[in-house]
């Protein structure tokens, strides 16, 4: 508690002193965020032109929405959450699928020669990094901030603004789903 405690008054500086126009507590909000929104923007978006696109907004938003941040969460987690709510704008605005509705119909999709030779010149390490990249975006995310961010489910559900419930389910099924692509590449690999 005291380790809170001690944070809440750390950003409440930061936060007191861009308010009052010092610039390089501004870049420390940035430099103590960037990577949470890095890991956001790179787990929904796939385009790296708009990636860094999008990283200039969420930190253009909070810098002009800083005057309203009211320390009901770590500051953060309320940037990780400016970054999440930018990233979905862009995915809507863009027409893209957040959640991939097969993920919930389990894995059923044939890989072709050249991810069996992937399976076959790659570690496991790499192969799930390239199968964490193929699931849906919501799932890259979660899987990313609960196990590559260590975050707690209750901040997980802070930034996405989605019940601990559902991201707890959201993170068994993407579980559900990066295990059974991996069964498939392994009995593939045995089978052969």
């Known amino acids: 508690m005291n380790n809170q405690n001690e944070n809440s008054r750390t950003d409440e500086a930061l936060v007191e002193r861009v308010l009052n126009g010092d610039t390089n507590a501004f870049r420390t909000i940035m430099n103590n965020t960037e990577g949470l929104v890095a890991q956001i923007i790179f787990k929904m978006v796939a385009d790296g032109e708009d990636r860094r696109d999008l990283a ?3 930190y253009l938003k909070v810098f ?3 005057s309203g941040f009211r320390f009901n969460s ?6 990780g959450q400016i970054a999440y709510n930018t990233c979905l704008n862009y995915l809507q605005k863009k027409r893209l699928v957040l959640v991939d509705e097969n993920d919930f119909d389990g894995f059923n ?3 072709s020669d050249e991810a069996e030779s992937l399976v076959l010149t790659k ?8 199968e964490i990249d193929k699931l849906s975006p919501l799932y890259r995310t979660l899987i990313t901030l609960y196990h590559n961010e260590d975050l ?13 419930g559902t991201v707890k389910n959201y993170l068994f099924r993407a579980r559900k789903v990066l295990r059974d692509k991996l069964l498939h590449i392994y009995n593939k690999e045995v089978s052969r």
């Not at 770590?74 to 940037?79: A, D, G």
């Not at 570690?123 to 390239?130: G, M, P, W």
Request: proline fraction near 3%; charged fraction near 20%.
């Open 74 to 79: 770590k500051l953060s987690t309320w940037v």
């Open 64 to 66: 002009k929405k800083l």
């Open 56 to 58: 200039q907004d969420v």
């Open 123 to 130: 570690e496991l390490s790499q192969v799930l990094r390239i």
């Open 109 to 111: 999709q044939l890989y």
């Open 152 to 164: 707690s489910y209750s901040m997980i559900a802070q930034i996405t603004e989605l019940p601990e």
